[in-house]
């Protein structure tokens, strides 16, 4: 059964920083480029960043560059986003996300990707 589990949200105070975790099941990780994507209440869910497969080629909204990084460990089937000088603006609900068919982040277009995790609460406050 194909399955993402992200962790790591929580509360933050403004310049603070959070590593959010996503481990992956049920498939070979290493044949799919990851994203990753916040839903803030009330606004649409928009696509953060992604890696490709090897973890060779990365994007980001430019909202996040700087500030976040993301990798991944393919022998332990898991996908980081590493937050740092976080901003109220970040609040939302991250989720970890597969891009249908694709080694390479061809897209930040939610349609593109198939399976998706539950989501973990990022609340940046002080």
């Known amino acids: 059964q194909l399955q993402f589990v992200e962790s790591g949200g929580g509360l933050v105070q403004p310049g603070g920083s959070l590593r959010l975790s996503c481990v992956a099941s049920g498939f070979t990780l290493n044949d799919y480029a990851i994203g990753w994507f916040r839903e803030a209440p009330g606004k649409e869910r928009e696509g953060v960043s992604c890696i490709s497969s090897l973890g060779g080629s990365t994007n980001y909204v430019d909202s996040v560059k700087g500030r976040f990084t993301i990798s991944r460990d393919n022998a332990k089937n898991t996908v980081y986003l590493q937050m740092k000088s976080l901003k109220p603006e970040d609040t939302a609900v991250y989720y970890c996300?597969?891009?249908?068919?694709?080694?390479?982040?061809?897209?930040?277009?939610?349609?593109?990707?198939?399976?998706w995790g539950q989501g973990t609460q990022v609340t940046v406050s002080s």
């Open positions: 996300a597969r891009l249908y068919g694709s080694r390479w982040c061809r897209s930040l277009a939610q349609n593109s990707y198939d399976y």
